[in-house]
């Protein structure tokens, strides 16, 4: 690793129309994994960092896996450095429904409310792969990637996330809300 | 097609990864499949229920930090016109605090206690809890300071010159409790803090550190101290509209 090359000017140029991009979606991706606002900018920052200092190895296939998978390994490599587990999710809940939404009618932003939360109630391998496919709307081959698993393997976590959340939102929604049936 | 096979195509089909004559077969597969054309309409609820959460782009604040990264590694010296430039093209993304602290009166050489004032700054800047006391209403935020710190700062809500106000809070500068006052600037925050100080009224006093503003001047009896991601005209505004109401209040 400490054969990396320094970036130059040019690397880091290229980096920027390449990678920043999707700074957006590293954000989110963070936001979902640490399920906190202010520690995803750590992360997100940390995870752009590694990405340009491995830019060289970026074989100029789909961005947004790549980096999104750095900012996956960043995230677990920060967490077992502090030691830190999982905030108490308690404190998620009570800031899940933050975000804009001024124009959104009181129903649905109250629906919006329970469905973050469900979501964030997850075990982390089921939150990461349903927030990779509905929110990052990565296809199977790029969650693969992302996750550094066989595509068999991402779509059977996948119906298990669906799973997991389906049970936590007919807890929450109440079945006629969503129109989610008994599966 | 039996429904076992029917069944695990389902998430397959909904995630559009079944090639087109894949979909056609399950398509006509499912209309003998009461139970997977159930199963299919729950995780396409599930799915839109997802899909409609807003996104969350990436903070202004972290967007910096990761320019400023990408500019210390480019190596490139920040000239000092370039920077302005750049500053002045994100006028979209303004965010400003001012850092007023308690340094005796004095007024407080770039370099000294900027750190300090920059952390301020990014307490603010990056915190969802900016404020300990959120109001645009002078009469709020004034009040709260009261027995919290030993002074009481002018608070003015700046709405007309463009920098509303949002809050304020407590913060510590050079080991003293100082007031902190949050502005916004179009959709971001601006913080503003300050304390008493013997001196004269000086000019205020724009000057740049690790991309972001500092501006700091006397007034009214106050020692301000200014850290921004605004370009220095714009600190330079934020500072004058400051003075012009707080002698229009006085």
Same mark, same amino acid.
């Given at each position: 690793? @400490?054969?990396?090359?320094?970036? /130059?000017?040019?690397?880091?140029?290229?980096?920027?129309?390449?990678? %920043?991009?999707?700074? +957006?979606?590293?954000?989110?991706?963070?936001?979902?994994?640490?399920?906190?606002?202010?520690?995803?900018?750590? &992360?997100?920052?940390?995870?752009?960092?590694?990405?340009?200092?491995?830019?060289?190895?970026?074989?100029?296939?789909?961005?947004?896996?790549?980096?999104?998978?750095?900012?996956?390994?960043?995230?677990? /490599?920060?967490?077992?450095?502090?030691?830190?587990?999982?905030?108490?999710?308690?404190?998620?809940? /009570?800031?899940?429904?933050?975000?804009? /939404?001024?124009?959104?009618?009181?129903?649905? @932003?109250?629906?919006?409310?329970?469905?973050?939360?469900?979501?964030?109630?997850?075990?982390?391998?089921?939150?990461?792969?349903?927030?990779?496919?509905?929110?990052?709307?990565?296809?199977?081959?790029?969650?693969?990637?992302?996750?550094?698993?066989?595509?068999?393997? &991402?779509?059977?976590?996948?119906?298990?996330?669906?799973?997991?959340?389906?049970?936590?939102?007919?807890?929450?929604?109440?079945?006629?809300?969503?129109?989610?049936? +008994?599966? | 097609?039996?429904?076992?096979?029917?069944?695990?195509?389902?998430?397959?089909?909904?995630?559009?990864?079944?090639?087109?004559?894949?979909?056609?077969?399950?398509?006509?597969?499912?209309?003998?499949?009461?139970?997977?054309?159930?199963?299919?309409?729950?995780?396409?609820?599930?799915?839109?229920?997802?899909?409609?959460?807003?996104?969350?782009?990436?903070?202004?604040?972290?967007?910096?930090?990761?320019?400023?990264?990408?500019?210390?590694?480019?190596?490139?010296?920040?000239?000092?016109?370039?920077?302005? %430039?750049?500053?002045?093209?994100?006028?979209?993304?303004?965010?400003?605090?001012?850092?007023?602290?308690?340094?005796?009166?004095?007024? &407080?050489?770039?370099?000294?206690?900027?750190?300090?004032?920059?952390?301020?700054?990014?307490?603010?800047?990056?915190?969802?809890?900016?404020?300990?006391?959120?109001?645009? +209403?002078?009469?709020?935020?004034?009040?709260?300071?009261?027995?919290?710190?030993?002074?009481?700062?002018? &608070?003015?809500?700046?709405? @007309?010159?463009?920098?509303?106000?949002?809050?304020?809070?407590?913060?510590?500068?050079?080991?003293?409790?100082?007031?902190?006052?949050?502005?916004?600037?179009?959709?971001?925050?601006?913080?503003?803090?300050?304390?008493?100080?013997?001196?004269?009224?000086?000019?205020?006093?724009?000057?740049?550190?690790?991309?972001?503003?500092?501006?700091?001047?006397?007034?009214?009896?106050?020692?301000?101290?200014?850290?921004?991601?605004?370009?220095?005209?714009?600190?330079?505004?934020?500072?004058?509209?400051?003075?012009?109401?707080?002698?229009?209040?006085?």
């Amino acid at each position: 690793m @400490s054969e990396t090359p320094k970036p /130059d000017g040019a690397t880091v140029e290229r980096f920027r129309a390449v990678m %920043l991009p999707h700074l +957006d979606a590293a954000y989110g991706f963070a936001r979902w994994l640490t399920r906190d606002p202010v520690v995803a900018q750590d &992360v997100a920052q940390e995870a752009m960092l590694r990405a340009l200092r491995y830019f060289h190895a970026f074989r100029g296939d789909e961005a947004k896996p790549w980096l999104l998978r750095i900012v996956r390994n960043t995230w677990t /490599d920060m967490r077992a450095k502090s030691g830190a587990g999982d905030r108490p999710l308690e404190e998620i809940e /009570d800031r899940a429904a933050d975000g804009p /939404d001024p124009e959104q009618s009181a129903l649905a @932003s109250d629906q919006r409310r329970h469905v973050v939360a469900a979501l964030a109630a997850l075990p982390a391998e089921a939150r990461e792969i349903l927030v990779l496919r509905e929110i990052e709307d990565c296809s199977y081959k790029h969650i693969a990637a992302v996750l550094d698993l066989p595509i068999g393997t &991402v779509m059977s976590r996948l119906a298990r996330a669906r799973e997991k959340l389906a049970a936590e939102l007919r807890g929450r929604l109440g079945r006629r809300d969503h129109g989610l049936p +008994d599966m | 097609m039996d429904c076992p096979t029917c069944e695990a195509m389902v998430d397959a089909y909904l995630d559009g990864e079944l090639s087109a004559s894949d979909s056609a077969a399950f398509e006509r597969a499912l209309e003998a499949c009461p139970d997977c054309r159930k199963r299919l309409e729950a995780g396409r609820a599930m799915s839109g229920l997802l899909r409609e959460l807003p996104l969350e782009p990436a903070p202004d604040l972290l967007r910096a930090r990761v320019e400023r990264e990408l500019r210390a590694i480019a190596g490139r010296p920040i000239a000092r016109t370039r920077e302005r %430039l750049r500053w002045s093209a994100m006028a979209a993304s303004l965010i400003v605090a001012l850092g007023i602290g308690w340094l005796g009166g004095n007024v &407080v050489g770039t370099g000294v206690g900027s750190d300090e004032l920059v952390s301020t700054y990014l307490r603010v800047a990056g915190s969802e809890h900016a404020v300990d006391v959120a109001s645009s +209403d002078r009469h709020t935020v004034k009040p709260w300071f009261a027995g919290r710190i030993d002074y009481a700062p002018p &608070v003015l809500d700046l709405t @007309s010159d463009g920098f509303p106000l949002e809050g304020g809070r407590l913060d510590v500068v050079g080991g003293r409790k100082v007031s902190v006052l949050v502005y916004r600037r179009n959709q971001h925050k601006v913080a503003l803090s300050l304390w008493p100080s013997l001196g004269g009224n000086s000019a205020a006093k724009v000057t740049q550190r690790d991309g972001f503003a500092l501006a700091e001047w006397r007034h009214a009896g106050f020692e301000m101290h200014a850290v921004s991601d605004l370009a220095p005209a714009e600190m330079a505004a934020f500072a004058a509209a400051l003075d012009r109401a707080i002698d229009a209040d006085r």
